[in-house]
């Protein structure tokens, strides 16, 4: 990732702009405040002309490996720079706007990944059970572009029942991690399953539907998960799978 620069207007991006992998003529971002701490989400629809250079470079030229750095339950390739790019000098002004990142803090990128769900149900870790949060830091951003065409699984908030909590910062790491043990503990010896539904200890409060070429934005410290469709989701193939481009950064 050394070849991305960052300050704090924009990604500097050295390629001829003919070689752009998308192009966006125009966006029209809508900004929803969810859950009981009010928390903007950003909708993109329709964010690129076409995708056609992009899914090609999915489908053709990466290869998909096993993550083993993280819990996610599925396969990733690298995303071309090129690409993440684009994205983020399309939104960044965006984000510092809507969640008013303090202007002095610099665009860091951090992960950039083509991400296919593809692990069985019975497979899973008991972390990989439950929502979970991407960091607490507070200027962490995950954008996510759908990809492929639909049906696939929605993108569902959550908040924890017992503290009330919707985002997850470093003060409130020890409470919440104490007391989700009791999820663990209730099904230590139930058949491993995604979570998709609410239950005694997180209620899904939104839902961001699927749809190809829908970009999201939101914070990393929100508790979410994909409501995996076993019909649809469980699926390595780029081609057919619930495709997507994942992009993070930090403002630091």
Known sequence: MSSITTNSNHVNQQQNTTDSIINVSGIKPEVYSIGQ??????????????????????????????????????VRAPLPQRYAIEVINQVFQLIYDVYRVPHHLRIKPQILSFSLISQAPDSLMPLQRLPHFDTPEPYYFAILHYL???????????????????RINEARMEHYFTSAKAFLTDHAKDTPEYFVKSDQHYDIYHQIEYRPNRLVIYPGNMLHSTLVDLRTDIDDNPNTGRLTANIFINFK
Do not use: C, M, W
């Open 37 to 74: 701490e009010q928390t903007p989400v950003i909708i993109i629809d329709n964010f690129a002309d076409d995708l056609f250079t992009l899914l090609d470079i999915a489908r053709q030229q990466v290869q998909f490996t096993k993550d083993d750095g993280s819990y996610y339950p599925g």
């Open 148 to 166: 492929n065409d639909g049906p696939h699984g929605n993108t569902a908030f959550f908040r924890h029942k017992n503290t009330g909590f919707e």
